[in-house]
């Protein structure tokens, strides 16, 4: 097996931006954009994202709290679990202005990879965790090759 | 001044504290548009901390300076804040609760993005306890009350700041 050391995949990072605060969102994808190889697509709703959830992303950022104006709206857990029932390999990332351990507790146990909240050290929050995401995903892929031939 | 001082300054001083703010806020823009970005970043840096209710130092880090990506970004904020200010003024005169917290909620990431000070990020996380145990005290109007006014402040500095970016990149 080829060895590696690059955590980077070779194509852009493919990453899904959910939140109804459009405000937040595009401060987001401006630092995600400048700072590193991926390809973004911003979604208002957590329906807007499920219309293109076949799309495979390698990550989604979802806000806890989507149906704050819309209160008809899909909130940040039943999108999560859609995402979850759709594909469970795609790794989802919490975020909320809440910095609550119950809002936390409550997104791992949807099967959430990481809870992050809104402030200042958001994006570097984000940066480290999509980083351990892609480790993780290379260590496993290493571990599956040598179990296959164990 | 300092900005821990600003949050707690005599209300008196508001109309004054707002024009010294507006005069740096067309500072801030012109040192950004400058060609010299070294320059531009100690300079402007320096006027950043003069009295104004907005820091966008972080938001010149976070686009590079590009006063395009700027001015989207403040034009989101112009556009969405006004808003929930008027949702939680109505919200409160008629005790629902559900939309008060929703609308301070949701206004919380702004404080940051636009650098404005802790302490106003802290009322409007106030305003969402007082939602959540659904008092209304007079408490709770004041820190409404606050709200508007340092929103009002923002609203003025940031419409000045991307006028005068509009002005700058046509």
Same mark, same amino acid.
Request: charged content about 30%; glycine content about 4%; some cysteine.
């Given at each position: 097996? &080829?060895?590696?050391?690059?955590?980077? !995949?070779?194509? !852009?990072?493919? %990453?899904?931006?959910?939140?109804?605060?459009?405000?937040? /969102?595009?401060?987001?994808?401006?630092?995600?954009?400048?700072?590193?190889?991926? =390809?973004?697509? =911003?979604?208002? =709703?957590?329906?807007?994202?499920?219309?293109?959830?076949?799309?495979?992303?390698?990550?989604?950022? %979802?806000?806890?709290?989507?149906?704050?104006?819309?209160?008809?709206?899909?909130?940040? %857990?039943? =999108?999560?679990?859609?995402?979850? &029932?759709?594909? !469970?390999?795609?790794?989802?990332?919490? /975020?909320?202005?809440?910095?609550?351990?119950?809002?936390?507790?409550?997104?791992?146990?949807?099967?959430?990879?990481?809870?992050?909240?809104?402030?200042?050290?958001?994006? %570097?929050?984000?940066? &480290?965790?999509?980083?351990?995401?892609?480790?993780? &995903?290379?260590?496993?892929?290493?571990?599956?090759?040598?179990?296959?031939?164990? | 001044?300092?900005?821990?001082?600003?949050?707690?300054?005599?209300?008196?001083?508001? #109309?004054?504290?707002?024009?010294?703010?507006?005069?740096?806020?067309?500072?801030?823009?012109?040192?950004?548009?400058?060609?010299?970005?070294?320059?531009?970043?100690?300079?402007?840096?320096?006027?950043?901390?003069?009295? #104004?209710?907005?820091?966008?130092?972080?938001?010149?880090?976070?686009?590079?300076?590009?006063?395009?990506?700027?001015?989207?970004?403040? #034009?989101?904020?112009?556009?969405?804040?006004?808003?929930?200010? $008027?949702?939680?003024?109505?919200?409160?005169?008629?005790?629902?609760?559900?939309?008060?917290?929703?609308?301070?909620?949701?206004?919380?990431?702004?404080?940051?993005?636009? $650098?404005?000070?802790?302490?106003?990020?802290?009322?409007?996380?106030?305003?969402?306890?007082?939602?959540?145990?659904?008092?209304?005290?007079?408490?709770?109007?004041?820190?409404?009350?606050?709200?508007?006014?340092?929103?009002?402040?923002?609203?003025?500095?940031? #419409?000045?700041?991307?006028?005068?970016?509009?002005?700058?990149?046509?």
């Amino acid at each position: 097996m &080829k060895n590696d050391q690059s955590l980077k !995949p070779k194509a !852009p990072i493919k %990453l899904f931006l959910v939140d109804d605060d459009p405000l937040f /969102l595009k401060a987001l994808e401006i630092e995600f954009l400048q700072h590193g190889d991926f =390809t973004i697509e =911003t979604f208002p =709703t957590g329906e807007s994202c499920m219309e293109k959830i076949s799309d495979t992303p390698d990550v989604v950022i %979802l806000d806890f709290h989507l149906d704050g104006v819309d209160k008809n709206a899909m909130n940040g %857990l039943a =999108t999560l679990d859609e995402i979850k &029932k759709h594909n !469970p390999e795609i790794p989802v990332v919490m /975020l909320s202005s809440q910095d609550k351990i119950e809002v936390a507790v409550e997104c791992m146990h949807h099967k959430a990879f990481d809870y992050v909240v809104k402030s200042e050290t958001a994006f %570097l929050r984000l940066q &480290k965790i999509i980083t351990s995401i892609f480790r993780f &995903k290379k260590m496993e892929k290493q571990l599956n090759w040598y179990m296959d031939r164990i | 001044m300092e900005r821990a001082e600003q949050a707690t300054m005599n209300r008196n001083d508001h #109309t004054v504290w707002l024009a010294n703010g507006r005069l740096a806020g067309r500072k801030i823009v012109h040192l950004v548009t400058m060609p010299d970005k070294s320059v531009c970043g100690n300079m402007a840096k320096k006027e950043l901390k003069k009295n #104004t209710y907005i820091d966008l130092e972080g938001l010149m880090q976070r686009t590079k300076s590009n006063p395009a990506l700027m001015l989207e970004v403040i #034009t989101l904020y112009l556009e969405q804040i006004p808003p929930l200010i $008027g949702i939680m003024r109505k919200s409160l005169a008629d005790d629902d609760w559900e939309r008060l917290y929703s609308a301070a909620h949701k206004m919380v990431p702004s404080f940051s993005i636009m $650098g404005i000070d802790p302490y106003y990020e802290n009322l409007a996380k106030k305003i969402q306890e007082y939602a959540k145990s659904r008092q209304h005290t007079d408490e709770l109007s004041d820190l409404v009350l606050q709200l508007e006014k340092m929103c009002d402040g923002v609203y003025l500095e940031l #419409t000045e700041t991307a006028n005068t970016l509009k002005n700058k990149n046509p």
